[in-house]
């Protein structure tokens, strides 16, 4: 996950400029246009640009569903086909945008970040939803399956998808891309969990790795997250009436569960400093154990070696101030004596000391 | 304590879908019916379904108390007999909600954490109040008798629990869940205490997981308590008049009680951590000390046993220059005089050094 | 002082239950009625309970001042004589409430702390004001003598104390209550400089546990002082017309000490972080010297005493390979020659490194 | 980059005052007029002051643009041709103001931060916009052809700059300057990236200083953001009725890039600590690491080192307690026979404290 | 400078109290008066009391101004001579007030902190501003010549002081006191730049001294600052109609400059900590170089000066298993090959752990 995920023009170009950018996208892209109402609905895969104007404009609920990113000549004849406004088109064009809400004239443009765990790798994709009377596009750069249980749940008549209007239909669009952070946590939290029982053992440099990678991912989350709440509140306030009442409900129940997504993140933050803490605390309380072992070792033996070096020394005058310890009868075992008394007392004076 | 306790269903799953999650619960689920007013008062146990309707709503003032998780049939069962909106019905066999307020249609529904403590092991319990004018069903995954004091206070005639209306429950049972926290943080405060103490005579890495457990029980708790703040004060604020004047001054009292909770959870928390910060100061404070041992009689005896080592060398030349010192009568002594100047000087210079 | 100071009931007893608390107070209590107006003050030293009613209803200004805490008969009796709502009376006997104000229905109830100073001994009371039309209880649990300044004043005839109101006696007692906090600032704002001056002398540990001491005094302060702006602010807003426009303009110069005790306990909390922070880089300075110390002593003496121990080698063989220089006639001189190349370069690489 | 980078008189001199500050400025300065309607654009350099008054006055649309500092005669002359409110005057020549909106009675004033990034170094400039009906004067320090793309749009007939009127200009002025930000954070976050990869290797001195450089960095351009947000919010609640509804719409994207910049320099701070903290327990850990490997050498080491010691003593007095074992016949083997013991011993004993 | 510098009277003496408090103040006490009009100007040192009153409510704008604390006896000749409120008194006498704003009946107090740096030393003395319809009375405790260049101004004919009311006077006397604080904040950013610059060349205990300075005056500076945009604000909002349109101009440049000031400070708070940090992490680099060099030079010669310990040892008795290595003919040149294979292992293991 890259910290900078913006594409966008050389400053100063003219706003709605349509770049083609080279994406790396390895999945094919899709377009669906799904028709829909109370009791029928029909799929047309890639449907011709030139109809579209007209399904779109029918009285029919429509949904275009573009998967993958549009190129920039075919956002430029779809625009052409329906009006959209050209900061909409560069928006979803450039990509890495912020989570927002932009009511154009006549029409609504979304933009909301949906995060996804595909192989135990965190990606940020990005939604943007653009709705008017009776139609709705979606454009995703994801996963392509993402948003397929909704689609399910319309073709799946007497549902309240089918029965209720495209409000409804935005809502569970939305409600989907929101409720993908829950899996995500649930992750997260696991791995928090597993790094507080690894510290348990003792710190290590996987370990520290670890954190620092939780850390980033709860960054860019919490970036990803934190917008997605306004979007959902300022939906909920709703100043020019897309939603019915009863959807509104379903909308609150979605803006609780940004808010609940906020704590979690919040917590984990905390949780994930509190790790690094006792990580930190944890490496200085080994290295003390260290240090302590280092230095009775050394203050029980440096002494002892001294000694030993001083009977190690060659004095040999005629004289009786030569080394005459060599000589006593019982000069070893006294310094054998010499060596355990040091040795105990270094030991006693340790344990005053609370070291052993 | 998990960090992540929300069930939740498959992102894109429609709202209000009642899945049986598997529960471990291994306390038998009860469910109980009392019908009480001012001066009578009937308990009965496990009320037949069929019966449940007419009895919530006759005239009298009911309360249904069910302890446990409820199965996902008898949830869709009680939903068809009393009309329970779907998201609520979703949020109590879920569990793991934020502590929130719903206000439906013509019910009201809430949910707040209940912290417990039971044999010094913290869980966060759910309960759920759902009432209308004249009925009071409370869900709660918890300790079975934990709100027995309540029920105890109902069938004692004269007391305002009987006198005043549903809305004096209403608060009654908030207030048992509520204050359920000052026996918490009572023993949390006791612990913060202890570990201070425990400090004063030197950190342990037993000390260090203490203060990380603590930390992280704050942060459990925190996330607990600060939602409930919000749910009593949009209690008391009372738009749709469910409360008379002389409860909203008791639940002016149970907010106080939120807002106390909060502070001492704020103050433990800048406690927790500012022991942490003397842990962290308190080890390295140790390790100065050994290291300025190691580091004396390192200085001290190095030099000397370097001594000891050159008149260990075995020169023999038949030369004046082979050592020489080792034949004169003195030098024996000289040597220890040397050993011994060396000695005070280096702890002069310790001295000066305010080592020692 | 204890982190969690509260008494309270178990969870689930009815508000306003009068449990009467074993409590240590070693100084007698006292009850004192004190009726005044413009020109006559008159003292009477434990009242009778039966006339207390007719006293405190009459026309005067009475001032009933309870020192120490009343136990739960008295407070019945008293609550039976007055009418005093019985979550005030609760609140009195429970002690440990937040600083708070309750208007009651023609009662208004103030709880707030007062921070006291005893040998050097930070403690925290509670001052709890009750009000009426003409007359005010106050029931104080700390020092004696706390009080006594305002008494002295209303004894005096013509101050304001006299002359003015109701009003502006409560206004005299809390801010009283409050500028208590300014002694105790100052002494903390000493004891702060002076541990910075010890810092500099260089770090100990008997500092360290000064420095946590303060931070848990001003965590303790901080908890006392904050909602003291609140409750003197919501006086100030004064909806239910208790102050004239004077005494506003007192309680104004009030509410500005509660700002500047709130900005002083917020910049003593930062100085005392700073000073922690001094603290820790202090010691690692300390300890980079000690090691520096030993590292120069060490790789200095470490390679000498290699070399020495090689002419301490005891190689014997009649063989011109075995240890030869042991018999050059200028052996010696060449090793200590060695020596003190190797000693001189060791400087030089250390002077190069900046360490000497 | 100048921690403190205002130009200020010193304090008491009257506003307005213009002093001719040394400014070190290797650019030429550099004036143009451009005039422009729908239809037709005519640009001059270098504009006689004499002429300037009648052309901004003039139905055309006129944009001044200076490029450099005016000197303070200069800046006297034109505002005596245009008047310019005195303090507007002296913000331009002191420099290193807030960024900030000014109204003043007829004409509008906007000071805006443009940071840039050239050869890889940071700096900040400041860009002044006045404008009133029909003129528009830019004064702009920094690189001269910053804003070149906003004339060269105006040039080419039929874009929006030449279609819309003087709002549109301010815009496009302005969504330059803020759009500036995002090459530099893209510059920022690839160094973030590039340190953390270096991190991965281990730390190094190096490191430890890109990271402060960085922090530094962000520091001065959270305080250049942070107003810029303001302005534009500013100016999009347009009190005075300056932009037309399309221009607003245009400024509200500009908004967003606003909020963009900041969320993305508030996730830069949190990484750049973050990566801070890594840094530092990846050195304690390193530390650990080479304390383990002196403890280990050393303690396996010392004691045997102790051992030979002992048998290289002299003691040669003709008694049986003279070190007997100097003349066993197996005594020489069973010294090694110790080492290995030793040795082996120490290892498992490491093997156990799980540091090898 | 101290961390509590309030002058308070002992808490509960009545408010309004004038003790004199002993300051130590070595510069002599002046008292001055100031009558000007548009066209005149008139001096009066050291006026006398009794005329106060007249001059004060002639109809000529007047200014007095009193350099130094007045005794209180003065004090209290002032108030009698025009009225003013004891509690403004009380707080010029007690001085260490807050930053603040006071309406009283018919008079406008202000009190500000102003800055100041005599000999590179910190202080923050205190302005105190009572004004009247036609007259300004100002206390100032600093530096005596620090308002001068107003009066400078106030002296020359035709400055917008003369030709503007007293409205005027107070916006250039505040902003006077305000701009202050610019020389101050760059001498602080000068100064943590120097630091910077000397932590390059690495960590001392001097720096940590110097940083732990900066930080404690941006502590001081902080708490006087943060007040004076409260004030600066409500002059601003200006609710009793005393500032001119025009006047209220300049007090939002004066705005301006209270949040400038606020961000630097800011700003200078991040750099200061972020240069903690960089202390404390760059000494731990150190700390790692050193143990690296100790590590290095003992596990290199520890295991050497066993191996030559080894042939030291005595062992004599008369068998092939007595150090036979001794009189091997090639034992001493095979040892030395033992030394430089350690030692050429050692290093390379070194390389690998990339310590060399």
Redesign the interface.
Known sequence: M???R?R?H??????GTLNAFEVQDDQPRSVQLIEYSQDHIKEIQTPEMSKLGDSLHSDHLTWLRVNGLPDSDWMKALGGAIEI?P?AQEDILNGG??S?I?P?DSQFFVVIDVPDLKNKTLSIDQLYILWHKNYLITFYTGRRDM????LK?LHSEG???RKFGLDYLIY?IL??AI??A??I??H???Q??NLEEEL?D????NV??KI?QI??QI??L??AF??QRDVISQLMRDEDHWFSQSVR??L??CY?HT??IM??I???R??SS?L????????????????????I???V??????I??????????N?K???P?????????M?WCLFIIITIGMLIWFRK???I
């Open positions: 890259r910290l900078f913006k966008y050389p400053p100063g170009t003219a706003p406004h900061l945008q912020r927002k932009e154009y948003f397929d249980p909704v749940r549902t309240r998808a569970a409600d989907l409720d993908q829950f899996p946590l649930e997260l939290g696991t928090l969990e348990m003792g710190p290590d440099e520290l790795h620092h850390k980033r960054i860019h919490r970036r934190w917008p409900l379903y609150r129940d609780d808010i609940q704590e979690l919040e917590s984990y905390d949780t509190s690094h803490d006792l990580y930190l605390s944890s490496a200085s309380m080994r290295m003390n154990d260290i240090m302590k072992v280092l230095a070792i050394s203050t033996f440096i002494p002892l070696t001294f030993a070096g001083i009977y190690g020394m060659n004095f040999q005058a004289s101030w030569a080394m310890e060599l000589s006593w009868a019982y000069g070893y075992p310094v000391k609370r070291w």
